[in-house]
């Protein structure tokens, strides 16, 4: 059978032979058994030798240009009585008058159907719309193959709610969930937060103070610094002489002490809850 593209060609080699004024152009269609020597048979007429090699040419270029397509042969150019170009599935016949009487080429092909150009152009376009039927009816198909799956969901009232969301991104959402949780779980957390969120209660330094017998001020020997006598001061017995700078110095130390036991403390507490 002939293809839309081989009924485009003829329709534009029919279209070459009206311009160039060819006579009686006919259109055979042959039939199936036949179809090994050609689809087509396309005979026109031409009133002299000149008008005949014209046609020919018109035919030539027009297919050259529209579809990039060159005769397989070319035959009885010189003489210009019976000019046959051979496009395989087309067999193009431009005869002289009295040549094309005494051939008769349409007798010899009874089997044939004859055809108008307006037949072909109809043919074309049946041919052309079952086609893109045929790609519709296939298309809808193609996109439900595609279609992720669907899995239906119950709402509030017991009714099922279909959701298109597929079920691969819902399990690789929820493995990275899983895989986040258990980061955070096993990191412990920093002593230095720990320290910060719980902070040691710093002692608050205690400053004994021993008066002097011999101030009459009731003051304090402190290496040269003055304090006032403490409210609650004892009195230390003769001779004995201790100054406050070296209680004042030790205090601070204890409260270093005290702060980094705090901290030690606050760290180890915060490690095991993070191991928890």
């Known amino acids: 059978m002939a293809t ?13 032979c009206d311009d160039k ?20 048979f396309l005979i026109t ?7 005949a090699v014209a046609i020919a040419d018109e035919i030539e270029f027009r297919l050259k240009k529209d579809f990039g397509l060159y005769a397989a042969s070319v035959e009885g150019r010189r003489q210009a009585e019976w000019i046959l170009l051979d496009y395989v599935d087309i067999v193009i016949h431009v005869f002289l008058a009295e040549k094309r009487a005494f051939y008769d080429i349409e007798r010899l092909r009874k089997s044939a159907r004859n055809l108008s150009a307006s037949e072909v152009e109809a043919e074309l376009k049946s041919v052309l719309a079952k086609k893109t ?3 519709r009816k296939s298309a809808p198909a193609k996109a439900a193959s595609k279609s992720p799956a669907v899995t239906p969901k119950k709402s509030a009232k017991g009714e099922l709610n279909v959701t298109a969301k597929p079920a691969k991104k819902a399990v690789k959402k929820a493995a990275v969930k899983a895989v986040k949780a258990k980061t955070t779980a096993s990191k412990p957390a920093p002593a230095k937060a720990a320290a910060k969120k719980a902070p040691a209660k ?28 403490l409210k609650d001061g004892v009195e230390a017995p003769a001779g004995a002489e201790a100054p406050v ?6 205090a601070p130390n204890a409260v270093k002490k005290a702060a980094k ?15 928890k």
Do not use: H, Y
């Open 261 to 275: 036991k705090a901290a030690k403390k606050a760290a180890k507490k915060a490690a095991k809850k993070g191991k």
């Open 202 to 229: 710093k002692a608050a330094p205690k400053v004994v103070g021993v008066v002097a017998p011999n101030d009459p001020d009731g003051r304090v020997s402190s290496g040269g610094f003055g304090l006032k006598s």
């Open 45 to 51: 007429s031409a009133s002299n030798d000149r008008q």
């Open 133 to 135: 039927l045929a790609v």
């Open 4 to 16: 839309p593209e081989t009924r485009r060609q003829l329709l534009v080699a029919v279209a070459a």
């Open 245 to 250: 700078s070296m209680a004042a110095s030790a």
């Open 21 to 40: 004024k060819g006579e009686d152009t006919r259109i055979l269609e042959l039939d199936p058994v036949d179809s090994g020597l050609a689809d087509f």
